[in-house]
């Protein structure tokens, strides 16, 4: 007896030393960045269900990021642009994105310029690089509510599209390219600038879709012009999420960053403009997996808790 007693009060202390050393693991395991950034920042949960008033849609995912280095939705670099420079461009648009300071993304962006200016690409492709950054340049003086600045930068982007179509065109890549920029000029200018080119810029991303109906971003501009501006101004918030949740239909192989950012947003500012506070919070919270820092995206999730 005294001898089974025995045996079994080891046994017991083996068990309990094996489940000290798993406890230990987990804890380990669960307190390592590593875990942090795979397990628990870049977990994906499933959205919430969109309310039947809404639509009959649902978003059975918030979006995956693109494994693909892309410029824009499914455009990739031009060729001749090495990893520094793609490196660089993605700098900046992060740190537009994370509210960097204005004066720190016109320098960055004046460097890259130049630096692209000599590589070995195409005029159109440099067109096109130079549409994009100026964009991006455009985009920070403007939500650090320098108007003039904002203005200049968002004038060359368009300069640059325009320059685009002459070479090769009205692509959708092209029209895409001009339609984002002259969109916030119009927002950004006089009445008669409005009148006369804000129509434009849906027509833009209708003729892009006309020519490739699943332009991500032409599709992501239409959806955007919904979930903005009050029902008097255009908004359409049930059709904007529609037309989200059909992007994320197409896009199975996931998206830039900065789109994925966008769609998200949008998507939370649509169902928060439909007094959806949960369903909004829920969706301005997975963009902020993307961008923490993002102002406009912490100050809206705010709003709502």
Known sequence: MDSNKANLDVILRIVVFVFALISISLFVIVNNPLYAQTNYVMREPSPPQNPAAVGKFQFGSPGILSKSQELLPGIPFPKGIMLPEVTAFF????????????????????????????????????????????????????????????????????????????LEGETPTALVTLAEPLGELSILKDLGFLIKNGPKVGQYASKALELDPKNIKALILKASALAYPPPIWGGDYKKALEMYASVLSIAKNGLPKDVLFDLRVGIATAYSNLNLSENAAWWFDAALEIYPKNPYAKSELEKLL
Do not use: C
């Not at 648009?93 to 509210?99: M, Q």
């Not at 720190?104 to 310029?113: D, G, M, N, T, Y």
């Not at 195409?122 to 096109?128: K, M, R, V």
């Open 91 to 166: 700098e900046l648009r992060d740190n537009v994105y994370e509210s960097a300071t204005p004066e720190s993304i016109e320098a960055q962006a004046v460097s890259l310029l130049k630096i692209l200016s000599i590589q070995p690409i195409s005029s159109s492709d440099q067109a096109l690089l130079e549409a994009r950054i100026a964009y991006l340049v455009g985009r920070s003086w403007n939500d650090h509510k320098d108007k003039k600045k904002a203005i200049a930068w968002f004038e060359r982007a368009v300069e640059a599209a325009q320059k685009m179509i002459s």
